[in-house]
């Protein structure tokens, strides 16, 4: 007999065997759906298969109720041994490198016996691999560069906005108990980090077991590996780690803030506090009335502003709160308008009115427009030909729509640092958003030169996700950074402030960097369908670990005052 976890794991595999085959998205989907579905049961699983009632459970068919009852009853899936059968050993392994399809695989397998990725890499070395057919010198170098890049610990990691929403999920399962008084997220979650490995909730309750009860029965709960009075550290189906603090409801305070700073942070605030005969977080009798109030109280008591969650990393915050000087960072209301968004006439999934209605929904008074230009023909680039339809579709549906539309482009920097579209057309749209989108792999100093060549143009005038990372597959582009930013600085361009969870571009650190020149920035969406809107959120939040206020933030202006700052 096979628990469920198990079995939605030969579900994923089957989906990712299918995947690789090169099979129809929406059957590899539904695989992907019914695993899911198995995780996030939350009634008696047994009962459901020994009475034949799989198809209860949301996002289960015929089909796959009867592979998951073989599965449960057997041990064995008949359907995984036959896909695992037709395929080269290593294939889901060595299949996470860019451009290794199914035949290259199998090629490798074949003609060198290559059953890994460590296997892929020794083979590379020796030079083995650039003799094989269908490989070349370039494709070996390649290939070692994309090894090197994954290179890091696989340590169950998601990206923010996978684990955000799964954490959202826990949240809710735990209000659901009635000892629970409060709950919210802390550590990298709350300070908004780009990748999560460890979802860390504090709770405030009178009736810690009970909460703590609450929490085992989280339906995708895969393995409890901690667990003692008050505490819990469990791992997940997704594979990310979850962690359960709970407190009494006078040290809730306390214990959140504690959990949310990083480990420099928390620890030079502890070195101020007793510089000052104080301790963080007092417990001497009588001061528990002190202790539960708001974290603004924890930066009150040592002479300092309050630090907001997201800065607290030991990056100059604290100091600069020592002297009153930190600023108010960038609030989600701040923003008024809807910045470097994709419709069908290039890669995006929706059209121009459905985005416009959405961005007004969401309290937007101007709506970007900015569609690939010519040369990103992978993504369906908008050329000359297709612009004046564009055009003319904008001006129906601002007839519709209260909110203001923007005619734009994302246009491509090329390789000698020219923009997209001739002048003469680049003279007409509203905005131009410029961004690097192939030859990443440019030295520093071709990187270096092609971008300063691209700033000094006039009609320049906001870098796109700048340094073109994806983060987990592709490193930021090899650049003199401060070099560009101090020309920026001597221009009127601006940088963009990319809010697409795999990018999250620029990073905080240069953030701050253009902050100190003075060059004001855009936070974006980078959307590509109407869901793709709530990107907004973590723009905003990569803004504020950056330190970016409303003042330094373009599209905080209403919609005249945006297009003078930004027109071409």
Known sequence: ????????????????????????????????????????????????????????IAGIGNALAALIEEIYSTGECWMLQQLREGMPPGVIELSALPGLSLKKITALHDTLRIGSIADLQAACQEGLVSNVKGFGLK??????SDIESLATPKDGSLLLNHALELAKRVLLHLHASPELIEAD????LRRRKETIWRICIVA????????????????????????DEGRCLARLAEGLQAELTVVAPEDYVAALHARTGSGRHIAKLQDLARSQALTLYPEAPGSRAQRSCGEE??????????IPPEMREDEGEIEIARAGRLTQPLELADIRGMTHCHTVYSDGRNRIEEMALAAEAMGMTYLTITDHSPSAHYAGGVGIDRLRAQWDEIARVQERVKIK??????????????????DPILEKFDIIIASIHVRHKMDSEQMTQRLLRALKLPLFKIWGHPLGRLIGSRQPLACRMEEILDAIAESKCAVEVNGDPRRLDLEPQWIRAARTRGI???????????????NLHYGVSTARRGWLTRKEVLNTLDAEDFMRAVHP
């Open 297 to 306: 109280d924890i930066y009150r008591r040592l002479g300092i502003q309050y």
């Open 185 to 188: 997220l802390a550590g990298a």
């Open 204 to 227: 405030a309750s009178n009736h810690s077991r009970a909460v703590l009860d609450r929490f085992l029965r989280f339906p995708a709960l895969a393995h409890t590996d901690e667990l």
């Open 520 to 534: 004001k920035c855009i936070v974006s969406t980078d959307a590509h369908s109407i869901g793709g809107l709530a």
């Open 139 to 144: 494709s070996q170098a390649k290939l070692l």
């Open 405 to 422: 539309l923007l005619k734009g482009t994302e246009s491509d920097i090329c390789e000698d640092g020219s923009l997209d579209y001739p």
């Open 1 to 56: 007999m096979r628990e469920r976890f198990d079995i939605a794991a030969d579900l994923r595999e089957i989906a990712r065997l299918l995947e690789i085959k090169g099979e129809n998205p929406f059957k590899t989907q539904a695989y992907e759906r019914g695993a899911s579905a198995l995780e996030n049961h939350e009634g008696d699983f047994d009962a459901l298969v020994k009475t034949g009632r799989l198809k209860e």
